[in-house]
Antibody, heavy 112, light 113 residues
Framework: EVQLMESGGGLVQPGGSLRLSCVAS????????MSWVRQAPGKGLEWVAN????????YVLESLKGRFTISSDSAKNSLFLQMSGLRVDDTAMYYC?????WGHGTLVTVSS | EVVMTQSPNSLAVTLGQPASISCRSS???????????LNWFQQRPGQSPRRLIY???NRDPGVPDRISGSGSGTDFTLKISRVEAEDAGVYYC??????????FGQGTKLEIK
């Protein structure tokens, strides 16, 4: 059974940083793509970033470039999202997904 | 960036009746490889999104055959032939042809009467 488990969310002040993690089980972390998708409270889905699982290609939403970085560790079957310069409007549930499989999400709240 | 527009924003359907959701893209979603990367997701209240349909009309494992996807080019439709209580939630279309970025529709909330 495929499972994706996110962690690392929490309450952070504006301007702060967080590193989200996603550990995958039941899926080979050596091919295909992994993504982060976020959902602000009461809003729709927004693609944030993705990475080829061998790390050879990665993309970040244009408006988040310079603040968000995606990375992976295939040996640990893990996906990461480093977020810095956090803003109030980054408040959202952040999901890790292969496209067909989704984690339960980790909540990031940016507030003073 | 490809803009995805769904209609309606919400609909209420009587149990056992059909439901239909439209999704329109701002440009054709036919990829140079010949495939059309249009997916549909369901998000039940309090749950993570779940992919229902990929590449316009292919059902994911476990998706009942009363749920179907169709369309081409810029116009796509998700149909539920007979709604059940478990179908309540928000439905999103998403294009994966012209990325980055992947883009989602704004969502359609389905209420079961």
């Amino acid at each position: 059974e495929v499972q994706l488990m996110e962690s690392g969310g929490g309450l952070v002040q504006p301007g702060g940083s967080l590193r989200l993690s996603c550990v995958a089980s039941g899926v080979t972390f050596t091919n295909g793509w992994m993504s982060w998708v976020r959902q602000a409270p009461g809003k729709g889905l927004e693609w944030v970033a993705n990475i080829k699982q061998d790390g050879s290609e990665r993309y970040v939403l244009e408006s988040l470039k310079g603040r968000f970085t995606i990375s992976s560790d295939s040996a640990k079957n893990s996906l990461f999202l480093q977020m810095s310069g956090l803003r109030v409007d980054d408040t959202a549930m952040y999901y890790c997904t292969t496209g067909s499989y989704w984690g339960h999400g980790t909540l990031v709240t940016v507030s003073s | 960036e490809v803009v995805m527009t769904q209609s309606p924003n919400s609909l209420a359907v009587t149990l056992g009746q059909p439901a239909s959701i439209s999704c329109r893209s701002s440009q054709s979603l036919v990829h140079t490889d010949g495939s059309t990367y249009l997916n549909w997701f369901q998000q039940r209240p309090g749950q993570s999104p779940r992919r229902l349909i990929y590449k316009v009309s292919n059902r994911d494992p476990g998706v009942p055959d009363r749920i179907s996807g169709s369309g081409s080019g810029t116009d796509f439709t998700l149909k539920i032939s007979r709604v059940e209580a478990e179908d309540a939630g928000v439905y999103y279309c998403m294009q994966g042809t012209h990325w980055p970025p992947y883009t989602f529709g704004q969502g359609t909330k389905l209420e079961i009467k």
